[in-house]
């Protein structure tokens, strides 16, 4: 798989019949576009799981993302309702570029004014592959500049710059000669759904978090009226996104704002209704389900609490004080699903430490959960051997740039 946010054929195909009269609109049959939606390395097939279920066409995974066909409602739908991905980009113009010139002259001709206000604010992102242009800075550089100067030069006033909340965040891709401006129309990355308040160190990125426990089958499970236990559980994101999946509540609920609500293009009766339809598919809690989560962290448990309350799972979700040597099944849980994340080295504790981590946690999974599943991430199949189960599945997932493992265990019944 190549890694490529655009439909490279299509970008070269557009730009070689617009090469001589600027950057070419991407307006395609039935209001149809090419759109992108990126995700960490190794949940692409989740991803593309997702937009099928969600009504994409054309669906394709490469590298740490997913191409498909969508209008804005897929769009928006994929902004509420994934759980794994990281962003959406919504493609607007293609033009040929390879000196800085061309660059400034194929993004000032774009109707900027049609996307974003004279008073508002941008950001812009770029990302470069097999392309002349050897510095994305500088590309993101000139394209703001030549943004600016086409708002300064007919409306007499210019937007701003802001990097942590704009109004309008921008997307570059430069590939060999060609060149696609866009939208990202999720703004801050979709992993913050807005109930993290309070973290701890080295957290799981909450899409992460739902990629491991789709992996591990979560979804199914609780159907069949599974329990969910963490025994370290840091600020409680597997807990809350097992919660969230067990309540069918959309992972982009709760968030306040998305990148297209500062977009002139913003249809805002279109997303209410998405909005109020997600919010009559949200459940109440199975009564037959637990989930718990522990942690022998006094600040991890504080702020697993508080982001839980902020989730609104306050009463469906228990997190206690305690160590690993403590942690059994909740009470009556016959069946169920320990996952976990363990300290493993690169941010907490020595490396000296992880080995007995993990070995004390396959000691307790003999002991008291016999008859459950488990789902242990870590940095490789070295440290996960310490656990001393055998596994019948290993995945490979990326925590950011670390390349990790998640293994998967059933424990014999006759083990508790």
Not at 66 to 87: K, M, N, P, Q, T
Not at 315 to 329: A, D, F
């Amino acid at each position: 798989m190549t890694s490529s946010p655009w439909n490279t054929s299509k970008v070269r195909e557009t730009a070689e019949r617009a090469s001589d009269s600027g950057p070419s609109p991407l307006l395609e049959q039935k209001s149809l576009r090419n759109l992108f939606a990126t995700a960490p390395r190794g949940v692409e097939d989740l991803l593309a799981g997702e937009l099928k279920m969600l009504g994409a066409a054309d669906i394709r995974p490469v590298v740490a993302g997913v191409h498909f066909r969508g209008d804005l409602e897929i769009a928006y739908r994929v902004c509420l309702w994934s759980r794994v991905a990281s962003r959406v980009l919504w493609p607007l113009f293609q033009f040929r570029a390879t000196t800085a010139d061309q660059l400034y002259d194929g993004v000032v001709a774009v109707p900027w004014e049609k996307h974003l206000d004279g008073d508002g604010t941008l950001a812009v992102s770029a990302r470069l592959r097999d392309t002349p242009f050897d510095n994305s800075h500088f590309v993101e550089l000139k394209t703001k500049d030549a943004i600016v100067d086409r708002f300064r030069e007919r409306q007499g006033r210019r937007p701003g710059v802001d990097l942590d909340a704009p109004d309008l965040r921008i997307y570059v891709y430069a590939h060999y000669h060609e060149v696609t401006v866009g939208i990202d129309l999720a703004g801050d990355p979709l992993h913050r759904r807005g109930y993290r308040s309070r973290g701890v160190t080295a957290p799981l990125k909450e899409n992460l978090a739902a990629a491991i426990l789709m992996r591990a089958g979560w979804p199914r499970l609780a159907e069949q009226g599974w329990s969910l236990l963490d025994p370290m559980c840091g600020s409680a994101t597997l807990l809350i996104e097992g919660a969230m999946m067990a309540s069918d509540v959309a992972p982009g609920l709760d968030r306040r704002r998305f990148g297209f609500h500062g977009w002139r293009e913003y249809d805002a009766a279109l997303w209410n209704r998405l909005v109020r339809e997600a919010e009559n598919r949200r459940r109440s809690f199975p009564e037959d389900i637990r989930i718990v989560g522990s942690d022998d962290s006094t600040l991890a448990v504080e702020a697993a609490r508080e982001n839980i309350r902020q989730a609104g799972f306050s009463e469906s979700v228990v997190v206690r004080c305690e160590g690993l040597s403590l942690t059994q099944p909740p009470a009556g849980a016959v069946h169920g699903l320990l996952v976990t994340n363990p300290p493993w080295g690169h941010r907490i504790g020595g490396s000296d430490q992880v080995a007995e981590i993990y070995s004390r946690l396959g000691s307790r999974l003999r002991s008291a959960f016999g008859g459950w599943n488990a789902a242990v991430l870590g940095p490789d199949e070295e440290t996960l051997q310490e656990v001393g189960l055998r596994w019948f599945k290993v995945n490979k997932l990326y925590n950011g740039p670390l390349l990790c493992r998640l293994a998967h265990y059933r424990i014999s019944p006759s083990a508790g």
